[in-house]
């Protein structure tokens, strides 16, 4: 515990919300104009004087900025202490790491719970439909306004890792690195079909009011949280839920009713429960769209190699987990073919272990030493010491 | 040093773009990121493997060079390395001709299976050899392509590739340049290295 409280100690170096000017609009990929905006952040370590050793660290689906300080709705630790700290692979010693919400997000940056300048009312469901490309336009916005011109690297995982891929495609020439870890290319159609359950779940709760809940004063919290318990199983292996809960009991004997026997069920609807605490239920379906919009290749004519023919001096880690079924390590592979095709500078490796897409947060020392070798040789190439 | 590191070292230019194909741990790799300042890229089958590369900084996607291959674009690297593993590839004539579409040159070696010591196994003893170049027994071996020095010079002909140069490698000494022609090293070589170019 020692250990933990002095890799974490007083690394966050600052944060806010940085808020655009109206003469600053957010261009969209569906023609929009968003404006003004505003990307909440943190961040943990110093800029050097070169301003060279800057990571910027993107969150998957229902993350936050919150990377390795404490949480201000939960209260629990940032969601990747385990990966960002004093002699952990995202050392704040070394780097200037930051981390903001996504575009579309509840924790600070413009998303559909935002107040629409026209109205002064919450946008709802007039939000303008956004993308991944459009995530990653706004983090480079954020990442210039901090006064930084080429980012050491950029690290996410899930989606955090579609949005690294996009900033390869999209800013070749202001990122040294990249690290994709269980992510893909493309939303598949098993991925866009649990999304739709969520989002069926969400629009299915009477309190959802056509997304305008807010004025109401009521929040769909029973869809969000039934979205949250389907979409929970997908980051687990069939192997860890065994291995968590079998058949197992909540108490002596069965109810013969519909009340939570097993310890799965009572695990899942906890999952849906503490999750509407901090997420909000538009954002749930913005966030989700943009997924399901996300397909690398499709401005390339469906050659994924394409997205990468001008990343060839980016160096690129691509890590999967074997038994993740959400983001499969066959849709890695795909991404690192296209990176050889590409004739990019590529890293890959399948992590072995049985967390399934969960794994990312989870105890796993071979991607820890995977990341730590990757930016460390990254580093040294970079000429950080 | 393994002789067969010493002589791709040698034969490997500063600078050069390289492939290693079934890198193991890096350690040729690495050898040759530090004497020769190349830059290299690695695949290797196994997730240990790559991770030891990984933890070592080096660029190593984890793959099948039997499958993988293929992905590479032409001639993107000026060499191409597969070291005592031709042996242990499904379709090694695929390899072989894959190695030299993306790469200008490719350094090959492999046990020979005309070396004496196998020969007389099998003659004498009427059994699978087990010797220092071939230590597993037949049933455990993932050597599953075997060849001799003329038959792998019968695939170069046919492949229509050129040999620019061959040695032979035997336990711990030297390489030892030889005309793979010759019917002698046939008998001699326990190992050989042939540096190939399109024809």
Redesign the interface.
């Known amino acids: 515990m020692k250990a933990l409280l002095s890799a974490h100690d007083g690394i966050e170096s600052g944060g806010g919300v940085w808020r655009f000017s109206a003469d600053q609009p957010l261009r969209l990929d569906s023609g929009a104009a968003l404006s003004p905006l505003e990307v909440a952040y943190r961040t943990y370590g110093r800029l050097n004087a070169d301003r060279s050793n800057a990571v910027l660290v993107m969150h998957a689906l229902t993350g936050d900025q919150y990377l390795a300080s404490t949480h201000p709705v939960t209260g629990k630790p940032g969601w990747w202490t385990r990966m960002v700290g004093r002699g952990l692979p995202l050392d704040p010693d070394r780097f200037f790491i930051i981390c903001a919400n996504v575009l579309g997000g509840c924790m600070g940056t413009t998303g559909p719970g935002s107040s629409d300048p026209a109205t002064g009312a919450p946008w709802g469901l007039s939000f303008p439909v956004i993308t991944i490309a459009d995530m990653v336009r706004a983090q480079a916005m954020l990442v210039e306004a901090l006064g930084i011109e080429t980012l050491f690297a950029v690290v996410g995982a899930s989606m955090g890792g579609m949005q690294a891929l996009q900033w390869a495609a999209d800013y070749p020439e202001r990122i040294f690195s990249a690290v994709c870890i269980a992510g893909a290319a493309r939303h598949s159609a098993q991925n866009i079909a649990f999304h739709e359950v969520g989002r069926a779940a969400i629009m299915a709760d009477p309190d959802w009011r056509g997304g305008a809940y807010e004025a109401a004063g009521v929040r769909p919290e029973k869809g969000l949280a039934v979205a949250r318990m389907a979409a929970h199983i997908t980051y687990l292996s069939e192997a860890a839920l065994q291995r968590k809960f079998g058949r197992e009991l909540q108490r002596d004997g069965l109810s013969w009713g519909f009340e939570t026997d097993f310890q799965v069920e009572s695990y899942l609807r906890h999952q849906g429960a503490s999750f509407v605490d901090r997420f909000d239920a538009n954002s749930y379906l913005y966030i989700t769209r943009a997924l399901d919009y996300f397909d690398l290749a499709a401005a390339y004519d469906g050659q994924l190699a394409g997205a990468f023919a001008r990343a060839r001096d980016v ?1 690129f ?1 691509v890590l999967s987990f074997s038994s993740d079924w959400l983001y499969s390590t066959a849709e890695s ?1 795909h991404v ?3 990176l ?4 990019c ?8 272990t049985d967390k399934g897409h969960d794994a990312i947060f989870l105890d796993e020392p ?1 991607l820890d ?2 990341l ?3 930016l ?3 580093a ?1 190439k970079r000429g950080l010491s | 040093m393994r002789e067969d590191f010493r002589e791709i070292l040698r034969l490997t230019p500063a600078g050069a773009r390289v492939l290693d194909v079934g890198c193991g741990e890096g350690d040729l790799l690495d050898l040759l990121t530090r004497e020769r300042g190349v830059d290299g890229q690695g695949l290797e089958i196994s997730a240990d493997g790559v991770s030891a590369c990984l933890a070592r900084g080096l660029a190593v996607v984890q793959g099948d060079a039997d499958r993988d291959l293929d992905s590479f674009p032409t001639r993107a690297f000026d060499m191409a390395i597969l070291s005592k593993t031709l042996q242990q590839m499904r379709d090694p004539r695929h390899v072989v001709s894959e190695l030299l579409r993306i790469a200008d040159r490719a350094v090959v070696s492999f046990p020979n299976f005309g070396h004496w010591r196998v020969r007389w196994a099998l003659l004498a003893r009427g059994r699978m050899p087990e010797t220092r170049a071939l230590p597993n027994p037949w049933w455990s071996t993932p050597n599953i392509h075997l060849c001799t020095l003329h038959d792998f010079l019968a695939l170069t002909d046919d492949l229509g590739l050129r040999i620019e140069s061959c040695a032979a490698l035997s336990g711990g000494r030297p390489a030892r340049p030889i005309d793979p022609r010759s019917m002698l090293e046939n008998w001699r070589a326990e190992a050989a290295l042939f540096v190939l170019r399109r024809g």
């Open positions: 160096r880690c592979r690192v073919r296209a050889n095709a590409a004739g500078r590529a890293s890959f490796v399948e992590i072995e071979a030493s995977a730590r070798g990757f460390a040789s990254a040294e």
